[in-house]
């Protein structure tokens, strides 16, 4: 099956997750992907070590697909490869300060005058102009600097989600962006820089609050996981777990007045639409916790699912990989790797597609492992390519 990328070459600069993760949605779409990495390995190879030689577990995932070049662009001999390899490329990925891009060559003006059609992804913290544009930053300063932490955990405990969403959010954006760029491309001929910021995604998840603080004036601060614009929608205790039931909407709360045997309830102004039933979440969220209290959390669900009210488990890693919907979608799969003792489960394409759909072909390279072979086919020798290790240039 031909997918959509392929023929699309695309060197990943990335660091972390925002720019590592753009290169692997476009390799899953078929494209090329040559990882740039340090001659050492770069950091975010190493996070979490799982293998007996310290790679780590997120790089299993957001290496797939991807062959692994070790350089050092910062040295002349490094820029030159830089400027052959560039050459040969559709799209340049870099999660870097924009003096940094500057520097390591990698700027758009630097990369349009060795090919002019060249798609320049970059991905930074705040993205250029204003008095933040060359700040370094990581997922959790999105989330704190857009009003999410603070309307997360409590009033007195500000809290970061475990999951580095802004990230992967920018990631998915900006492969969206670079995409939308090789359409364009196709159309006109021209390349252009597609732009992704932290800031710009964790914005982009809060702008609702933001409205309504602007509009309204609302001042609201944390309710831990109940919800503050509907109700019930929040965690709950059960006898043996914890699960989440979420309701929007009229009917919703309807059926879950009636499965709590509250139909008095509709009548109450308190509850008469989802803001109000969020202004007044707590009294809902007590008689709810009450409920679940007395049952396990597969009577949760049973009784949740029978009257089709969202809920579900709060589950652990391992109950994860033990899901049976997991299983049944395939939405694992399990690739080898050399040190790793047992398979990681790398997730799929997030995204299906019916006829065109990502595909995880190759399991995340080891370092530096496609060197010689990437390097020869720029036209370099054996002997040069020696030359390049002693000096530590590859």
């Known amino acids: 099956m031909k997918q959509v990328l392929e023929g699309i070459r695309v060197l990943d600069f990335g660091r972390y997750i925002a720019g590592p993760y753009c290169a692997t949605l476009l390799g899953d779409m078929g494209a090329e992907v ?48 830089v400027q052959k390899l560039v050459a040969t490329a559709d799209v340049v990925v870099a999660n870097l300060p924009p003096d940094s891009l500057v520097s390591m060559g990698l700027d758009y003006d630097s990369l349009k005058a060795i090919k002019p059609d060249i798609i320049l992804t970059m991905i930074s913290a705040f993205g250029r102009g ?22 997360s955990g409590t009033p007195e ?41 932290l800031f710009n995604t964790a914005l982009t998840m809060m702008n ?41 909407g009229g009917p919703l709360f309807k059926r879950w007045a009636a499965l709590m045997g509250e139909d008095h309830w509709l009548d109450d102004p308190r509850f008469k639409d989802d ?51 997991v299983a049944a979608k395939g939405l694992f799969k399990a690739m080898d790797f050399p ?15 019916s006829e065109t759909p990502g595909t995880v072909r190759e399991r995340a390279p080891t370092l530096g492992e496609h060197t010689d072979a990437i390097l020869q086919s720029l036209g370099y020798s054996e002997q040069e390519i020696a030359q390049f290790r002693a000096n530590r240039i590859a």
């Not at 190493?46 to 662009?73: C, E, H, I, W």
């Not at 603080?213 to 914890?242: C, E, Y």
């Not at 040190?339 to 597609?353: I, N």
Request: glycine share 10%; charged share 25%; net charge negative.
């Open 208 to 248: 609702g609050t933001v409205i309504e603080q602007a509009t309204i004036q609302r001042d609201r601060v944390a309710s831990l996981n109940r919800s503050q614009t509907s109700a019930p929608a929040d965690t709950f205790k059960t006898r043996d777990g914890w699960v989440l039931v979420q309701s929007v």
């Open 339 to 353: 040190g790793l003792r047992t398979p990681a489960p790398v997730m799929t394409t997030p995204v299906e597609l």
């Open 130 to 151: 204003g008095p933040y544009a060359n700040r370094v930053g990581f997922d959790g300063l999105g989330q704190a600097m857009s009003g999410a932490m603070f309307m």
């Open 275 to 325: 803001i109000s039933r969020g202004d007044h979440g707590e009294v809902i969220s007590e008689r709810l916790a009450k409920w679940c209290a007395e049952r396990t959390t597969d009577e949760v669900l049973s009784e949740m699912e029978a009257v089709r009210l969202p809920a579900g488990p709060v589950m652990s890693p391992q109950q994860v990989l033990d899901d049976p919907h």
């Open 34 to 81: 040559i990882r740039v990495e340090k001659v050492d390995g770069s950091e975010d190879r190493y996070l979490s070590p799982v293998t007996d030689n310290g790679d780590g577990a997120l790089f299993m995932q957001l290496g797939r697909n991807k062959k692994s070049l070790t350089l050092n662009p910062m040295k002349p001999e490094g820029r030159e490869v």
């Open 157 to 197: 405990q500000p809290a970061k989600t475990y999951a580095p969403y802004v990230d992967f959010g920018t990631a998915s954006l900006a492969a969206f962006g670079t995409m939308a760029a090789l359409f364009e491309r196709q159309q006109t001929g021209k390349g252009q820089i597609v732009e992704g910021s």
